[in-house]
């Protein structure tokens, strides 16, 4: 069984940063793609950044050149370097791996105080 097991969210003052991790686990070939997912209070959970596992990239509009996507492919790991945060880039954050079918992991809260 797959599992996404996040870490590095917490609070942070505006203008700070945050590197968020996920190790995925549980089945024996690499992700196709990974990468993290967010959702505020009353939105739609939306792409943040996707990373193919031959390096390709994808951010969304509002977090390029503030937010990195990596990953070591060794690990199955994906990070998320997140620099000159905003109090709008509060929201449950939601590391993703596409094999054969989409995992989602339980989520990490990031604040980002005013």
């Known amino acids: 069984q797959v599992q996404l097991v996040e870490s590095g969210g917490g609070l942070v003052q505006a203008g700070g940063s945050l590197r968020l991790s996920c190790v995925a686990s549980?089945?024996?070939?690499?992700?196709?793609?990974m990468g993290w997912y967010r959702q505020a209070p009353g939105q739609k959970r939306e792409l943040v950044a996707t990373?193919?596992?031959?390096?390709?990239?994808d951010y969304a509009t509002s977090v390029l050149d503030r937010f990195t996507i990596s990953r070591d492919n060794e690990k199955n790991t994906v990070y998320l370097q997140m620099n000159s945060l905003r109090p709008e880039d509060t929201a449950v954050y939601y590391c993703?791996?596409?094999?054969?079918?989409?995992?989602w992991g339980q989520g990490t809260q990031v604040t980002v105080s005013s």
């Open positions: 549980g089945y024996s070939l690499r992700p196709n793609t």
């Open positions: 993703y791996a596409h094999y054969t079918g989409d995992y």
């Open positions: 990373i193919t596992s031959g390096g390709g990239t």
